[in-house]
């Protein structure tokens, strides 16, 4: 099981995957807006994506739980 962690703080723009959605490594599962430039954050390894805790408009800090993949 992985939880996948905000890299830095910012803005969600785009979630790219749903609950129950199988993915690869580097697969990108979260867009976050911060300092006026679009970071995409990978998944670390395959799996199912098995619940989502961020949707487009939330801020987040750094090291905010945005999903869980096993």
């Not at 993915?23 to 395959?46: C, F, H, Q, R, W």
């Not at 619940?51 to 999903?67: F, P, Y």
């Amino acid at each position: 099981m992985a939880d996948i962690l905000a890299p830095l703080a910012g803005k969600i723009l785009a979630v790219l995957v749903k609950p129950g959605s199988k993915v690869e490594e580097d697969d990108e599962l979260v867009v976050i807006e911060a300092l006026k430039m679009e970071n995409t954050v990978y998944a670390p390894s395959g799996g199912t994506v098995k619940e989502i805790k961020v949707k487009v408009g939330d801020s987040v800090e750094d090291d905010a739980l945005l999903m869980v993949v096993e």
